[in-house]
Structures are given as C-alpha cells and as structure tokens.
C-alpha cells in the first residue's frame, strides 16, 4: 500500500462536473463546475449536461490537480461515480476515469452516488460516530441511511414518489417562481408565517416519504383561492412559502426522529442540496437538541454534488481493496 494513498475522483451524474484530490483520505481540491445552460428549460436537460459535462471534464480535472498541486502521474487510484445518475452525463466521467486509470495503470473504483452522499460527512471534523443515520435530500433523492462502517450501509427508508427537492422545486413553479425554487421559497420562508396555510401530512407507513399528495394540496389550495382572489398568491407569498417549507421539513424530520428511535441511533447527518434550507437546517438542529442527537451536516461544497464525497468513499474502496475492472459500465439505476 503507497504511503500516503492519492486518490483522484470524478462526479458527473447529474448537472455538476466535478473534480477532486484527495490524500489519505483529506481533501485537497474540490473543483464543481456548474451546468447554467439549463435553467431557461426549467429542469435538468439530459443531452444537454452530457455535451457540457465533455466540455468540462477536462479543465476541471486538471483544475483539481492544480489546486492540490499534485501531477496526474502521482495517483494511486481514480475513482468514478457510477451509478445513480443520468445515463449520458454518468458515461463522460466513467470514460474519462477508464482512460486514466488505463493509461496510468492504476486501479479503477465504481462508487455508488448516494452512499457517497453519506459519507461527504466523513469529510472534515467533527466526524459522526459509527453507526450513524443519514438523510440525504437533493433534487434526485430523498433517502435515510444506516451506515455501520463506511462500506457497510443500508436504506431504511427513501421516496415513493418526488424528492424532497424536487417538492420544493414543483412547488415554486405552481407560485411562478422561476428554476430551481426550493432556494426562492426559502428566501420568501424567512419573512413568512409557517402556521398560516395548512397542508396535508400524509401518511406512509414505515420509513418511507411521499410528496405527491402535498404537491397536489397545494395545487388545488391555490386554485382554489386565485378564483376568489387573482392576486392570491402576490399578496400572500412570504406566508404561502413558509407553510409549505414547514410541511416539507415535518414530513422529513418526522421520519428521522422515528428512524432515530426505531434503530436507538443518536448520531444523525443531513446531506443533499436541499441541506441548504434554512428551515430545515433550524428545526434539525432544535430536533437535535430535543431528542440529545449529536448532528452533523457537511460543509455545503460537500452537500451538492461534488467529487469530495466520490474521493473519500474511494479512499475506503481502496484501503478494502475494492477495484473495478475496465468493462465496468455506468447505470442510471443500480441497486445499493
Ligand atoms: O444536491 P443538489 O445540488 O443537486 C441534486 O439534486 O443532486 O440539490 C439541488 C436541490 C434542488 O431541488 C434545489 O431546489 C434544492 O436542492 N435546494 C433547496 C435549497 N437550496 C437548494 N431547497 C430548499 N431550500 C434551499 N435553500
Ligand atoms: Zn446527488
């Protein structure tokens, strides 16, 4: 085993291309170059980030190596996020990692998307204890982890239906908000009152979320009070994003205080995009406090996609030895 361990790590499964440089397991560069071209469509366009995923993928490894200031030819390893992810996007930094990993004869290693998302809180200190729960919540998904090491983790629960970034999201467009909403109605949320409008909780048994429903509550409430009142919705703005961030940050808490108690696990982690909110960032923290759980969210560079969480879940794929060979494909859906 080289002493210490280099590893490089490419994310490109969504609309982030992303490079990263770690060194035993710390990171030393975290470049993300963010994909613009597709907020006037008002979604992710998926040919669209394949095209600007090749355009980024070789200024932003090499951004990457410059910053750790590290040469390509000191890696020991190139890591690649594999799977979940949009198929086009998933291949350009698959191909890239298999041409550097073939080209510096060093091994190749597959990482999973969302097991990466929960050990983004590896990165840095604190660090939780083993084992922990994980939310993670992002525009793609919405999931609670157990993780008992760092290769040894399993579902406890995830969405039927949106994520919970995507509820955000659905939800500002029906307000006339432009893409992507959930930072928008966090910003209306500050100045509103969440007690005003009450929409449904819905009931899922077990550990699993949906949104659907409140997405369609919300629908009809301001279908609803637009006949009466056209201006409904200007008028009433900052109130109507607090009520419907507080529902969203009920549904997902409540499943984690039961996750919580079920598993007897007090060290909790958030991560995802939708990490960002504000709201939800204050009531995990009060939960937290509440229920005596140690809490832990990554830096936010660490909460979006990033290749950070691809290096250090790299870093514990190669201490195990755990190598892909060069036939390996990328899969927009792969089991966990
Ligand atoms: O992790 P991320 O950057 O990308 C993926 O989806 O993988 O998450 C983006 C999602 C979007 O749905 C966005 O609206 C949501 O996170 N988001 C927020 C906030 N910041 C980002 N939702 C609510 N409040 C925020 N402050
Ligand atoms: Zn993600």
Same mark, same amino acid.
């Given at each position: 085993m080289p002493n210490p361990v280099y590893i490089l790590a490419i994310e490109s499964s969504c609309d982030e291309t992303s490079a990263s440089v770690c060194v035993d397991g710390r990171i030393l560069s975290n470049v993300i170059a963010t994909q613009d071209v597709h907020r006037k469509y008002g979604g992710v366009v998926p040919e669209l980030a394949s095209r600007a995923h090749m355009e980024h993928i070789v200024p932003v490894v090499q951004a990457a190596l410059d910053e750790a200031n590290c040469p390509l030819a000191s890696m020991h390893a190139v890591a690649f996020t594999?799977? @979940? *992810?949009?198929i086009g996007s998933l291949l350009v930094g698959a191909g890239f990692a298999k041409s550097i990993a073939l080209s510096l004869d060093i091994p190749l290693i597959a990482v999973h998307h969302m097991q990466a998302h929960v050990l983004a809180n590896l990165i840095g200190d604190p660090r939780p204890a083993f084992p922990f729960l994980c939310l993670t919540v992002s525009g793609g998904h919405t999931q609670i982890v157990q993780c008992n090491s760092p290769l040894d983790m399993h579902v406890l629960g995830e969405t039927l239906d949106d994520a919970a970034g995507e509820a955000f999201d659905k939800s500002a467009k029906l307000l *006339?908000? @432009?893409? @992507?909403g959930g930072p928008l109605i966090d910003q209306h949320a500050r100045n *509103?009152?969440?007690?005003r409008f009450e929409f449904p909780e819905p009931q899922i048994p077990g550990l699993d979320f949906s949104f659907s429903g409140v997405k369609t509550s919300i629908l009809y409430f301001l279908q609803d009070q637009q006949k009466r009142n056209p201006l409904f919705v200007n008028e009433n703005l900052d109130d109507i994003c607090a009520s419907i961030q507080h529902r969203i940050v009920t549904i997902l808490l409540h499943k984690l205080k039961k996750a919580s108690l079920q598993t007897g696990i007090r060290e909790i982690c958030l991560s995802g995009g939708v990490a960002a909110n504000s709201g939800l960032r204050l009531a995990f923290d009060e939960l937290g406090k509440k229920m005596h759980w140690n809490t832990y969210i990554p830096a936010m560079q660490y909460c979006t996609d990033n290749a950070g969480m691809i290096a250090i879940t790299g870093y514990y794929k190669y201490l195990a030895g755990d190598f892909s060979s060069l036939e390996t494909s990328a899969s927009a859906r792969a089991a966990w």
């Amino acid at each position: 085993m080289p002493n210490p361990v280099y590893i490089l790590a490419i994310e490109s499964s969504c609309d982030e291309t992303s490079a990263s440089v770690c060194v035993d397991g710390r990171i030393l560069s975290n470049v993300i170059a963010t994909q613009d071209v597709h907020r006037k469509y008002g979604g992710v366009v998926p040919e669209l980030a394949s095209r600007a995923h090749m355009e980024h993928i070789v200024p932003v490894v090499q951004a990457a190596l410059d910053e750790a200031n590290c040469p390509l030819a000191s890696m020991h390893a190139v890591a690649f996020t594999q799977a @979940p *992810g949009l198929i086009g996007s998933l291949l350009v930094g698959a191909g890239f990692a298999k041409s550097i990993a073939l080209s510096l004869d060093i091994p190749l290693i597959a990482v999973h998307h969302m097991q990466a998302h929960v050990l983004a809180n590896l990165i840095g200190d604190p660090r939780p204890a083993f084992p922990f729960l994980c939310l993670t919540v992002s525009g793609g998904h919405t999931q609670i982890v157990q993780c008992n090491s760092p290769l040894d983790m399993h579902v406890l629960g995830e969405t039927l239906d949106d994520a919970a970034g995507e509820a955000f999201d659905k939800s500002a467009k029906l307000l *006339g908000l @432009p893409y @992507p909403g959930g930072p928008l109605i966090d910003q209306h949320a500050r100045n *509103g009152n969440p007690a005003r409008f009450e929409f449904p909780e819905p009931q899922i048994p077990g550990l699993d979320f949906s949104f659907s429903g409140v997405k369609t509550s919300i629908l009809y409430f301001l279908q609803d009070q637009q006949k009466r009142n056209p201006l409904f919705v200007n008028e009433n703005l900052d109130d109507i994003c607090a009520s419907i961030q507080h529902r969203i940050v009920t549904i997902l808490l409540h499943k984690l205080k039961k996750a919580s108690l079920q598993t007897g696990i007090r060290e909790i982690c958030l991560s995802g995009g939708v990490a960002a909110n504000s709201g939800l960032r204050l009531a995990f923290d009060e939960l937290g406090k509440k229920m005596h759980w140690n809490t832990y969210i990554p830096a936010m560079q660490y909460c979006t996609d990033n290749a950070g969480m691809i290096a250090i879940t790299g870093y514990y794929k190669y201490l195990a030895g755990d190598f892909s060979s060069l036939e390996t494909s990328a899969s927009a859906r792969a089991a966990w």
